[in-house]
Nanobody, 129 residues
Framework: EVHLVESGGGTVQTGGSLRLSCAASGFSFGDNAIGWFRQAPGKEREWVSC????????EYEESVKGRFTISRDNAKSTVYLQMNSLQPEDTAVYYCATPKPYNGGCYSGPKARLYYDYWGRGTQVTVSS
């Protein structure tokens, strides 16, 4: 059974940093892409970033480029999201997700969530002004 567990959320001031982790189990981690999404109160869940399997190529939503960095440690079956220069508009519940097994492709953009089949429960990130 596929499990994804996010951790590392919390409350920080504007300009602060957090590192989120997504611990995975139940599938061949190294063969799958992993994505990060977020959902703010009253808004739809939006794609933030993804990292492919194999070559580890990454993609980012425009508003987080240059501030967020996604990485993966296949030996630990864990993906990280380093978030710097956090702003109040980054406040949301952050989720990691993965497609069906052996799908290493990165799905990005407004409809990305349609391509991810397994989701964690999320971790809250709050940025105070």
């Amino acid at each position: 059974e596929v499990h994804l567990v996010e951790s590392g959320g919390g409350t920080v001031q504007t300009g602060g940093s957090l590192r989120l982790s997504c611990a995975a189990s139940g599938f061949s981690f190294g063969d799958n892409a992993i994505g990060w999404f977020r959902q703010a109160p009253g808004k739809e869940r939006e794609w933030v970033s993804c990292i492919r399997s194999g070559d580890g190529i990454t993609e980012y939503e425009e508003s987080v480029k240059g501030r967020f960095t996604i990485s993966r440690d296949n030996a630990k079956s864990t993906v990280y999201l380093q978030m710097n220069s956090l702003q109040p508009e980054d406040t949301a519940v952050y989720y990691c997700a993965t497609p069906k097994p052996y799908n290493g492709g990165c799905y990005s953009g407004p409809k990305a969530r349609l391509y991810y089949d397994y989701w964690g429960r999320g971790t809250q990130v709050t940025v105070s002004s």
